[in-house]
């Protein structure tokens, strides 16, 4: 059978005009006074980071906030000036590059900034700093009764500036904000302390998309969602705050297409049996590219607007699914495997994941194109390295 397509037909295709959208749907929910830091980290949660840094940039974006230093490099080879914070922390041998590339390290300790100051004082600069501060995640932070003690030692070190301090919630997307209202009171008590003593960074932040959208309190000076921009909602209840468009849709076209008689088996091991005289379609894609191996038998996909299960075993670079019941289905015809009518929420919940993990582990070998007709768009917004 002829190949449909010029180029392999699975892609992940990034709406833009909604990127740019919930961007500006977030800065009216921040409320103008409160910043909006996109978190752009694992290559903006699999939509591509330089793509979506240009949009949101163009959108009106003026910092980023990405996992690694190498993501602050990739954003500047991008062309994008702004302040980048680097969430994840930097290491050692990533001194010199996080100086050069004037990236925003978050640190914890005082080690790190001395390090990171001998080396901009070496290259006369200066670097700027956002003290982490564990308030519950128990995962990076100086405790809340540290962190004077640590602000004062940094105010004296030539060669970092203190630019913020920011903390990061456990649970704000649970319906119970127990756990939220502790650790925001904690958060709230300490900015108090160091505005006595005059130790207040002039960006404070805490908010990730759950508190950005339910926690008026969590506000501070900026907000930093992530999952929220690519227009999911982290939980059932700030959906009533947000008007929010998913802005991927992950797409592929049937390569081939055979009728099986009962009794015939699909894929590795065998576990799909065909009940009756089935077609089943054959899609080029697997869990090489992110379309996880827990949907073996479980996941649906849209095909002509009608849901198909998937049979079989995912593969590595292709899965089957039944297409008996879709009327006039034909090779090269375009499968929805999540997006417009088929949420990824509800996929991840068939994988038993979550969305997050589905969009970051899209492939590398799967390309990110913007939807159709808008190219032009995005062509002006482009900066000029
Ligand atoms: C990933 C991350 C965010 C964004 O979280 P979402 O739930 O996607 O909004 C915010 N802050 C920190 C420190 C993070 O690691």
Redesign the pocket.
């Known amino acids: 059978m002829e190949h449909p397509s010029q180029a392999r037909p699975t892609v992940a295709e990034i709406d833009g005009r909604a990127l740019a959208d919930n961007f500006t749907e977030l800065a009216r929910i921040a409320g103008g006074r409160a910043a909006v830091l996109p ?1 752009v ?1 694992s290559d903006a ?1 699999g939509h591509g980071l330089t793509l979506v840094a240009r949009i949101l940039h163009g959108a009106g974006a003026e910092r980023f ?1 990405v ?1 690694t230093a190498a993501e602050g490099e990739a954003l500047r080879a991008a062309g994008l000036n702004g302040g980048v914070l680097v ?2 922390g930097v290491y050692p041998a990533e001194y010199d590059r996080v100086v050069a590339a004037r990236l925003t390290p ?1 640190v914890w300790d005082i080690e790190t900034p001395r390090a990171l100051a001998a080396r901009a004082r070496a290259a006369g600069r200066v670097v700027p700093v956002h003290v ?1 501060v564990d308030t519950g995640m128990s995962r990076l932070g100086v405790a809340p009764a540290d962190a004077p003690a640590l602000l004062r030692a940094l105010a004296e070190l030539d060669g970092v500036t203190v630019e913020g301090l ?1 903390t ?1 919630f456990a649970d ?2 649970s319906v119970d904000h127990a756990g939220t209202v502790r650790q925001l009171t904690d958060f709230e008590r300490l900015v108090a302390v160091l505005e006595d003593a005059r130790l207040r960074p002039p960006l404070v932040h805490a ?4 508190a ?1 959208l339910t926690a008026p309190r969590a506000r501070f000076d900026a907000v ?6 690519y227009g999911i909602h ?1 939980s059932p209840a700030s959906r009533e705050a947000a008007c929010l468009r998913p802005a991927m849709r992950l797409v592929t076209r049937i390569v081939a297409c055979r009728a099986l008689a009962p009794g015939v088996a699909v894929s590795y091991g065998g576990t799909f049996v065909a009940r009756r005289a089935s077609t089943i379609a054959t899609l080029p894609v697997g869990y090489a590219d992110g379309y996880p191996r827990a949907l073996s038998n479980r996941g649906e996909v849209v095909v002509r607007g009608v849901r198909a299960q998937v049979a079989g075993r995912v593969c590595m670079d292709q899965t089957m699914i039944d297409v008996t019941d879709v009327a006039g289905v034909a090779v090269g015809d375009e499968v929805v495997l999540w997006g417009g009518p088929l949420p990824v929420e509800e996929v991840a919940a068939r994988a038993e994941t979550i969305p ?1 993990e589905l969009l970051v582990r899209v492939g590398a070998r799967v390309p990110r194109v913007l939807a159709s007709g808008e190219e032009e768009t995005w062509h002006g917004s482009r900066e000029r390295s």
């Open positions: 978190v980290k949660y906030a996992a969430l994840g978050i982490k920011l990061h704000a997307e908010a990730n998309s759950a950005t930093r969602p992530g999952l929220a921009l982290p997050y």
